[in-house]
């Protein structure tokens, strides 16, 4: 295999990696399951780490004067790691929402308890 679609393929598998783990630490949120929430959150930051490398191996690529085709496979993958980096960030944002509405709920059955 070329190597430039072996590069863009491996930017794919780390980046869905990431996204994966990203959507299912938003799960895990979801049940108030914040301990798995953080380490699924870790995975996929991991993941977006190794992702980082394969694009920057691509990059380097093209500082060095080998030119990178665009490609759809490219362009594919380039697609991947903006989902996976959106993902991730709406994932904390859900998280941190999450454990917002679990404290409120807490408090509210707290005062109900009271009435």
Excluded at 57 to 76: M, P, T
């Amino acid at each position: 295999m070329d190597e430039k679609y072996a590069i863009a393929f491996d930017l794919i598998t780390k980046a869905g990696n990431a996204k994966a783990s990203a959507l299912l630490a938003i799960q895990a949120a979801r049940d108030y399951d914040f301990e798995k929430a953080q380490e699924l959150l870790k995975q996929a930051d991991e993941e977006m780490v190794l992702a980082h490398h394969a694009q920057f191996e691509l990059i380097q690529n093209e500082a060095q004067g080998k030119a990178v085709d665009v490609n759809v496979i490219l362009v594919h993958a380039q697609d991947h790691m903006a989902m996976a980096i959106m993902a991730k960030d709406n994932a904390e944002e859900f998280i941190h929402l999450y454990q917002s509405q679990q404290k409120i709920e807490e408090e509210l059955a707290q005062i109900r308890e009271k009435i």
